[in-house]
């Protein structure tokens, strides 16, 4: 199983970026897949999740200015981050728990600056 994530840069507070996460080895339609996010000095924590089904849910400090989505055809899901604040500076990883194991797609920087 392989995650092939990338898309991250440096933009200005109020920019966009999408992120993209590419899923090889894996029957990617039958499992949820998940965005994390680390800043420096701080835990990696969930910034949403997206389900088979393609319902979404996303932890409260990017609600609404967030969006995932998928395409189970192309294997492929993705992070549009809008309106971005520096505080949403972190390396960002997509996540899939299969077979009963953890998988990680490297991590992919975005850096906001004011």
């Known amino acids: 199983v392989q995650l092939q994530a990338s898309g991250g840069g440096a933009v200005q507070a109020g920019g966009s970026l999408r992120l993209s996460c590419a899923a090889s080895?894996?029957?990617?339609?039958?499992?949820?897949t998940a965005w994390y996010r680390q800043a420096p000095g701080k835990e990696r924590e969930l910034v949403a999740n997206?389900?088979?089904?393609?319902?979404?849910d996303y932890t409260e400090a990017v609600r609404g200015r967030f969006t995932t989505s998928r395409d189970n055809a192309r294997r492929t899901v993705w992070l549009h981050l809008n309106t971005l604040k520096p505080e949403d500076t972190a390396t960002y990883y997509c996540?899939?728990?299969?077979?009963?194991?953890?998988?990680w797609g490297r991590g992919t920087l975005v850096t906001v600056s004011s």
């Open positions: 080895g894996i029957n990617f339609k039958i499992y949820s």
């Open positions: 997206i389900n088979p089904d393609g319902s979404a």
């Open positions: 996540h899939v728990r299969a077979y009963a194991r953890d998988f």
